[in-house]
Structures are given as C-alpha cells and as structure tokens.
C-alpha cells in the first residue's frame, strides 16, 4: 500500500484530499504546515508527497528545498497542489525538482491518476543507476542515481545544465549549481537522454537546450551561447554548430532568435 503524506494549512482541503485517497486504498498522513510537514516526512519516508505552496512560517518551496538536501527523502515524489497559477510559480516548482504542479480546483479523478500515473513512473526508475549498463530512454521527470564514488545523489533528468567529458568521467553541472562527476562516457549519455532536450555542441559536451539563454555568431559559422547556471560561455564546435543549427529548424522545443 502506498503512503502519501498531504501538507496544506487549510483543514478543509486537507481532510478532503485525505478521504479521497483513503477511499482509493492509500496509507494516508497529513500535516497543517510546512514544518510539521518535514518531520512527518523525514519520520515516515512516504512514497509521495502532496504539497500546497502558500503556507505561514514555511511555504511549499522551502519545504521541497528541505527535503532535497536530506538523501532519505530527496528521492520522494514531490507534487505541488496550489491555487498559484501563473507561470512563474510553475517554473520554480519545477526548477527546485517538483514532480508535478497541479493547480486547484482539480476533480478527485483527475488528481488520483495523476498522482497513480507519477507513483508508477518513479519507482520503475527509482533504483536506475546512471553508472549501469541500462539502455532504456528517460524523459526530463524523471530521476536517475548518480554516484561520484563516495555517496548516491539522486539527480532530476530536467535539471541536468551541461554534461562535459573530464578525463574518463563525465561532470554533470546542476541548475542548483552542484556539479556531480561519474563515471560515464558521453556516448553512453546520449544513448539514454531525450535527443529533443539534449544536443552534443562540442565533442566533450552535451548541453540541454532548454537552459540556453542567448544564442550569438561568432565567425565561420560557429555558434557561442550564454547559458543559465553555466559559469562559462559555451563556443560551439564549427562541426556541431552545423549539426545544432539543423536540429533547431525540426525541434519543437526551442525556436532561435
């Protein structure tokens, strides 16, 4: 039985939320705020997490951030469910390694699939090492286990900036700033990443294009970008300038200036 932990101030959505999902067979905890919500969630280890954002004392974004940095529970599924909206909000959600964002009102059909369809979809991934052999295609949601040879860290597909060959391991840079090094080759990496998200730009890089910021000529045809939570601007090979550039005109994630 799935155990799914509910944080939200407001008792009337908390018992509502806790009622759907016991009716559908689930184990389910809640806490009235963010920092109850940490310690029953460090107490228990849930297999997912219902969050709301607007909360006093500790909003939903601090309680994610809180739970990241603890190996035992930066692995949980981890939904927003907020009244907030608007863009903005969303991207923030996702950039701190929300696993989905859900805007009320939502039907209680709706809500329990999506929560069904996200339980599903981790654990199959869960325990995949990023240092094995394994063949199988991720997409951005989903998390993989990376190991620098001293711990385990979980790292979000999504959130992967740039991959750079060091020696014979690769260094992946984080949008959180945090840079991992494995023992992977860059081949090895394409074979398994998204190819709409992530292009190779020099033969020692793989970039995800979704972190692009600005895209400018340089000369001989060869591309130089600036990209978020990058420290360097990034010159393209004149050989993967070509290839980017040809990609860009079929990819449907990303249109140049």
């Given at each position: 039985?799935y155990?799914?932990?509910?944080i939200?101030?407001?008792?009337?959505?908390?018992?509502?939320?806790?009622?759907?999902?016991?009716?559908?067979?689930?184990?389910?905890?809640?806490a009235?705020?963010?920092?109850?919500?940490?310690?029953?969630?460090?107490?228990?280890?849930p297999?997912?997490?219902?969050?709301d954002?607007?909360?006093p004392?500790?909003?939903g974004?601090?309680?994610?951030?809180?739970l990241e940095?603890?190996?035992?529970?930066?692995l949980?599924?981890?939904?927003?469910?907020?009244?907030?909206?608007?863009?903005?909000?969303?991207?923030?959600?996702?950039?701190?390694?929300?696993?989905d964002?859900?805007?009320?009102?939502v039907r209680?059909?709706?809500?329990?699939?999506?929560v069904?369809?996200?339980?599903?979809?981790?654990?199959?991934?869960k325990?995949?090492?990023?240092?094995?052999?394994?063949?199988?295609?991720?997409?951005?949601?989903?998390?993989?286990l990376?190991?620098?040879?001293?711990?385990h860290?979980f790292?979000?597909?999504g959130?992967?900036?740039?991959?750079?060959?060091?020696?014979?391991?690769?260094?992946?840079?984080?949008n959180?700033?945090?840079k991992i090094?494995?023992?992977?080759?860059?081949?090895?990496?394409?074979?398994?990443?998204?190819?709409n998200?992530?292009l190779?730009v020099?033969?020692?890089?793989?970039?995800?294009?979704?972190?692009?910021e600005?895209?400018?000529?340089?000369f001989?045809?060869?591309i130089?970008?600036?990209?978020?939570?990058y420290?360097?601007?990034?010159k393209?090979s004149?050989?993967?300038?070509m290839?980017?550039?040809?990609?860009?005109?079929?990819?449907?994630?990303?249109?140049?200036?």
């Amino acid at each position: 039985m799935y155990k799914i932990l509910i944080i939200d101030d407001d008792a009337s959505i908390r018992d509502n939320l806790k009622d759907i999902f016991e009716l559908s067979g689930y184990n389910v905890n809640s806490a009235e705020d963010g920092i109850e919500g940490i310690k029953k969630a460090k107490e228990i280890i849930p297999d997912l997490i219902l969050c709301d954002i607007a909360m006093p004392d500790l909003d939903g974004y601090k309680v994610k951030m809180n739970l990241e940095t603890d190996k035992n529970t930066s692995l949980i599924p981890f939904i927003f469910l907020t009244a907030k909206a608007d863009f903005k909000n969303m991207r923030h959600a996702m950039n701190l390694g929300a696993d989905d964002y859900i805007t009320k009102p939502v039907r209680s059909r709706d809500l329990l699939e999506i929560v069904k369809k996200r339980l599903e979809r981790i654990s199959s991934f869960k325990s995949q090492q990023v240092n094995s052999n394994s063949l199988q295609k991720l997409s951005l949601d989903d998390k993989i286990l990376v190991s620098d040879g001293s711990e385990h860290v979980f790292v979000m597909i999504g959130n992967i900036v740039v991959i750079k060959v060091t020696g014979d391991y690769t260094k992946i840079y984080i949008n959180d700033r945090r840079k991992i090094i494995v023992k992977r080759t860059l081949k090895s990496w394409e074979k398994v990443l998204p190819k709409n998200n992530f292009l190779r730009v020099r033969r020692n890089i793989i970039l995800n294009i979704n972190f692009v910021e600005k895209l400018e000529p340089w000369f001989k045809g060869i591309i130089v970008a600036k990209i978020y939570h990058y420290p360097e601007v990034l010159k393209f090979s004149k050989r993967y300038s070509m290839k980017f550039k040809k990609s860009l005109k079929n990819n449907p994630l990303f249109t140049a200036e």
